[in-house]
C-alpha cells in the first residue's frame, strides 16, 4: 500500500497541473462569452502558430456544444498550400466555471488542457481573439476567410495591446471556399 501511495501522490500532482485555473490567468478575459452566439466556424486570419499550425492554409476552427457541455472542436486546415493535404483534429474544450464562457480548457491530449482565453469579441460576433497568458500563440478569426484590411489592423492592434510580440504573429492565407464547400 505504502508503494502506492508513492506512485500516486506524483501522479495526482501532475494531473492537477493539466487543469487550467483562473486565478493564474494574466490574460484579460471578457466579462462574458455568449455560447450559444460563439459556436459555429471561425476562419483563423493570423496567429502565432503552434507547431500543427506552421504552414497552414485556409485554416477554420469550429466550435459546438456537446450534450454533456464540452465544447466539441473542429480544427481543419491544408498543409502547406491550399491544394496541400488536409488536416483535421478534433480537440475539446471545457469551460472554466465561474468565467462566464470566457476560459476554456482546451484538450489535445489526456489529461492536459491548455488555457484558452476569449480575450475580445466584437458585438455582431463576426471577429475575436484567443489569447494565452502566456503570451506564446495567439488567434484571430473572423467568421468570414477575408475582412477589410482596416478591419485586420485594427485587431492586429488589440493583439499587440494585449503584449505580444508582433514579430511572431503571421497572417495566415485564406481564400473564399468553392460553391458549396462547408468550412
Not at 115 to 124: G, Q
Not at 175 to 182: E, H, I, L, S, Y
Request: proline share 9%; with cysteine.
Amino acid at each position: 500500500m505504502r508503494n502506492r501511495l508513492f506512485w500516486l501522490a506524483p501522479l495526482l500532482l501532475v494531473l492537477g497541473g493539466c487543469a487550467v485555473s483562473p486565478d493564474k490567468v494574466t490574460i484579460k478575459p471578457l466579462p462574458v462569452v455568449d455560447l450559444e452566439r460563439f459556436m459555429g466556424p471561425w476562419y483563423v486570419l493570423a496567429n502565432i502558430p503552434t507547431f500543427i499550425e506552421k504552414g497552414a492554409h485556409n485554416a477554420v476552427e469550429s466550435y459546438r456544444i456537446d450534450t454533456d457541455g464540452s465544447i466539441d472542436t473542429t480544427f481543419t486546415f491544408r498543409k502547406g498550400a491550399f491544394d496541400g493535404p488536409e488536416k483535421r483534429y478534433n480537440p475539446r474544450g471545457f469551460v472554466v466555471p465561474g468565467t462566464n464562457n470566457a476560459i476554456w480548457g482546451m484538450r489535445f491530449i489526456w489529461p492536459i488542457k491548455a488555457e484558452y482565453v476569449i480575450a475580445w469579441v466584437n458585438p455582431e460576433h463576426t471577429e475575436t481573439i484567443i489569447a494565452r497568458s502566456s503570451l506564446d500563440y495567439v488567434w484571430v478569426m473572423a467568421r468570414t476567410p477575408t475582412i477589410a484590411p482596416e478591419r485586420y489592423e485594427a485587431l492586429l492592434e488589440k493583439v499587440k495591446a494585449l503584449g505580444y510580440d508582433m514579430t511572431q504573429v503571421q497572417k495566415v492565407p485564406q481564400r473564399w471556399p468553392a460553391a458549396g464547400a462547408q468550412p
